[in-house]
C-alpha cells in the first residue's frame, strides 16, 4: 500500500512511518512541525519509499499518485498548559486539525477509495463515570471546558468519520489510543512521562499535579503501533480502544519512575497546576480488541520505561 499519514513528524506518526516501511509499503508523511520535529524522521530521508510534504492539514491537501491509505494523526496532543505545545495553548489549530484536517482527510480517502484510520483518543470519554471505560460509554466531556478544544475536535472527528462510512461508504476505523509513552516523545509539551522521566534524570523532586490519586494506565509504544497496524489491516469500522490495562495512580508512577531511575529526590505537590476537569481515572476496557485483533499488550511498565530513559538521556545531553 501507499499510506499517507498525517502527523508523522509527531511520537506516534514517526513510529507508525517507520513500522509501515518495515511491512513493505510506501509512506507519504505530512506534518507542519507544530508539535513534530524533523529530527523524528531524519532516520527515514534516504529510504526511497518514503517521502515527506509539509503541509497543514486544516488546508485542502492535495497528494500527487495514488494512496491506498489515509492515517490521522495530526494533532497537538498534550493537555498541560504549562507548556505552549499544549492544546491548551493551541486552542484553534487543535479544533481544525480534529475538524478541518479531519474533512481534508477524509476527502482524500473518497477522492482516492482509500482505507482510512482516524487516531482518536480516550479523552472522547472526557472525566468518565464509567470504570474501566468499554467503546460503548458515551462520554462525560464539558463542551466549554479547558480541554474540550480537543475533546470535542476528536468527538466531531469521529462522528464525521462515521458519517463518510454511513453515507460515502468510505472503509474507515477509529482507534481510541489511551496514554502511550515511549522514544521521540516531545521534551517539553508536559505530558507526565516526559516531565518525571527528566526530572528524575536531573534528581530533582518530581511535580505531582494535585495528591497525585488520579489514575492512568500507560501503553508501551510498541504494542500501540501493533494494535493499530492489525486495526488498519481489519475490516472494523466502529471504535476500538488500544491501551495497556495496567492502571496505576500517578503517585505510584512517580515513585516507580524515582525507584528505576534511582531519584533520591522525591515528590513534590503541586496542586494549582492540575488542569480543569483532568480525569480521575483512565482504564481501558481492551475486551474488543483482544477479540476482534487478536491483540494484547506485551510490554510492561518496568520494560518500557528502561526503553524509554535512554531516548531522554540522549535528549538532555547525558549519553
Ligand atoms: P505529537 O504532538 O507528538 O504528534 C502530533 C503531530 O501532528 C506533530 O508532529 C504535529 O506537528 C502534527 N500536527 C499537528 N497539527 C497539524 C496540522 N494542522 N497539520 C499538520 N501536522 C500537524 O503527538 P502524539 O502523541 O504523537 O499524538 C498523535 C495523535 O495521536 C494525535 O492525533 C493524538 O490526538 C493521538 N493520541 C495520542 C495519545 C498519546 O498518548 N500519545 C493518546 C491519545 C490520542
Ligand atoms: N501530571 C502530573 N505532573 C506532571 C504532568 C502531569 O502530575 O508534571 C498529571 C496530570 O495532572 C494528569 C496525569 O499526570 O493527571 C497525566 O497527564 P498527561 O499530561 O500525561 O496526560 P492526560 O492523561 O491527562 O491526557
Not at 510534504?53 to 492515517?71: E, L
Not at 478541518?100 to 472525566?127: C, F, K, M, P, W
Not at 462522528?159 to 476505523?173: E, P, V
Request: with cysteine; proline share 7%; hydrophobic share 35%.
Amino acid at each position: 500500500m501507499r499510506v499517507l499519514i498525517t502527523g508523522a513528524a509527531g511520537f506516534l506518526g514517526s513510529h507508525l512511518c517507520e513500522r509501515l516501511l518495515q511491512e513493505g509499503h510506501s509512506v507519504i508523511g505530512m506534518d507542519n512541525f507544530v508539535t513534530g520535529s524533523p529530527d523524528n524522521l531524519a532516520h527515514l530521508t534516504n529510504n526511497p519509499r518514503f517521502e515527506f510534504i509539509r503541509h497543514d492539514v486544516s488546508n485542502f491537501i492535495f497528494v500527487p499518485g495514488k494512496v491506498d491509505a489515509v492515517m490521522h494523526f495530526a494533532s497537538p496532543a498534550s493537555p498541560n498548559p504549562a507548556s505552549p505545545f499544549g492544546y491548551v495553548n493551541l486552542p484553534i489549530q487543535t479544533m481544525k486539525a480534529g475538524a478541518l484536517g479531519t474533512h481534508n482527510t477524509l476527502g482524500v480517502a473518497r477522492a482516492q477509495n482509500a482505507r482510512y484510520l482516524l487516531a482518536s483518543t480516550s479523552e472522547i470519554y472526557g472525566d468518565p463515570e464509567e470504570h474501566p471505560q468499554k467503546e460503548t460509554y458515551w462520554g462525560h466531556c464539558d463542551p466549554t471546558g479547558i480541554r474540550s478544544v480537543y475533546d470535542e475536535a476528536k468527538r466531531f472527528a469521529e462522528a464525521l468519520t462515521t458519517a463518510y462510512h454511513r453515507y460515502h461508504g468510505i472503509d474507515t476505523r477509529i482507534v481510541r489510543i489511551f496514554n502511550t509513552y515511549g522514544p521521540r516523545m516531545r521534551q517539553d509539551d508536559g505530558r507526565v512521562v516526559p516531565n518525571f522521566i527528566q526530572q528524575a534524570l536531573r534528581g530533582e523532586p518530581l511535580t505531582i499535579y494535585g495528591e497525585g490519586k488520579q489514575t492512568r494506565s500507560f501503553c508501551f509504544v510498541s504494542d500501540l503501533i501493533e494494535g493499530i497496524y492489525r486495526l488498519l489491516l481489519s475490516d472494523e469500522h466502529m471504535p476500538v480502544n488500544i491501551g495497556n490495562p495496567s492502571e496505576l495512580s500517578i503517585l505510584e508512577f512517580a515513585r516507580t519512575i524515582n525507584e528505576i531511575i534511582g531519584n533520591k529526590a522525591g515528590i513534590t505537590h503541586m496542586p494549582t497546576l492540575r488542569v480543569q476537569h483532568d480525569p480521575e481515572m483512565r482504564q481501558p476496557d481492551i475486551t474488543r480488541a483482544k477479540e476482534i485483533l487478536k491483540w494484547n499488550p506485551e510490554v510492561s511498565l518496568d520494560e518500557g520505561i528502561r526503553k524509554t530513559v535512554p531516548y531522554f538521556q540522549r535528549k538532555m545531553g547525558l549519553a
